[in-house]
């Protein structure tokens, strides 16, 4: 039971700090890249093993931040045309340059709490998207399971442009 506690502890973590549980990530990556937990593990320069425990929410995070930033690199290739539509090459390509690369990891690669410039881009294009209105009700849809993406919701809705 209490290992029971301890997980489900590390996925309330691992929402607070990622967004969502780190097992829901490396899933999508594993299906969008066709590859084995393994081969994740290898491209993304973490052991086979971790990537399990923090999968399963053994462990809350992923200590090494040029990990994280390999697995955010991925996730954004998996936007680009030539990997979303599911050429072998590609998915191949991508991966050995996620492998390869080498990832400085600062505030301006990383941001932990965002910032103003990320509110600068974030911020028109939501209001784009949605009224005041609009923003404040889906904060509140999102606000128990989602609190971070209801919080900029509500931010974005309170902001006027200039």
Avoid: C
Avoid at 23 to 31: A, F, M, N, S, Y
Avoid at 40 to 50: C, F, Q, Y
Avoid at 78 to 97: C, F, I, N, Y
Avoid at 122 to 148: C, H, K, N, T, Y
Wanted: proline share 6%; aromatic share 4%; no cysteine.
């Amino acid at each position: 039971m209490e290992d029971h506690k301890i997980v489900q502890r590390n996925l309330a973590l691992q929402r607070e700090w990622y967004g969502e549980p780190l097992g829901d990530r490396v899933r999508r990556l594993v299906v969008a890249f066709s590859v084995s937990q393994a081969q994740l593990a290898d491209v993304l320069g973490i052991s086979a093993p971790m990537l399990s425990q923090v999968m399963s929410g053994r462990r809350a995070k992923i200590g090494n931040p040029s990990v994280l930033a390999r697995m955010i690199m991925l996730e954004r290739k998996v936007l680009t045309p030539d990997v979303a539509s599911g050429s072998p090459d590609a998915l191949q390509r991508a991966l050995e340059d996620v492998r390869q690369s080498k990832p400085t990891v600062s505030r301006d690669s990383l941001p932990v709490n965002g910032s103003a410039d990320d509110e600068a881009v974030v911020f028109p294009f939501l209001r784009r998207l949605a009224d005041r209105r609009e923003l404040s009700q889906a904060a509140d849809v999102l606000g128990e399971d989602f609190p971070a993406l209801a919080e900029l919701l509500r931010r974005a809705g309170k902001v006027r442009d200039a």
